[in-house]
Nanobody, 122 residues
Framework: QVQLEESGGGLVQAGGSLRLSCAAS????????MGWFRQASGKERKFVAS????????IYADSVQGRFTISRDNAKNTVDLRMNSLKPEDTAVYYC???????????????WGQGTLVTVSS
């Protein structure tokens, strides 16, 4: 089993930047695809970005395309989400997710992290 732990959430002003990190432990060879989802208060969880094992494939939600960048370091078993030009509507709990193979399912990845809160003030 793979365990995921997010870090890097916090409070930032609109227009600012933040970097989230997700550390995987356990059976990390089962992380063929990793990614991020987010859930705003009172709303359903939504896909943000995903990346393949090699990093050669990435997918972004339209709402973050051009502002967010996903990357991974397999030597460190980490996946990062660099968020620029943040908007108040980016406020949400951000969840790291992993799946044994690419692509990352948009509804039910095999493993979820506990989440980290990002708050963007206007």
């Amino acid at each position: 089993q793979v365990q995921l732990e997010e870090s890097g959430g916090g409070l930032v002003q609109a227009g600012g930047s933040l970097r989230l990190s997700c550390a995987a432990s356990g059976r990390t060879f089962s992380t063929g695809a990793m990614g991020w989802f987010r859930q705003a208060s009172g709303k359903e969880r939504k896909f943000v970005a995903s990346i393949s094992w090699s990093g050669s494939n990435t997918i972004y939600a339209d709402s973050v395309q051009g502002r967010f960048t996903i990357s991974r370091d397999n030597a460190k078993n980490t996946v990062d989400l660099r968020m620029n030009s943040l908007k108040p509507e980016d406020t949400a709990v951000y969840y790291c997710a992993a799946h044994r193979s690419w692509p990352l399912p948009l509804r039910s990845p095999e493993v979820w992290g506990q989440g980290t809160l990002v708050t963007v003030s206007s």
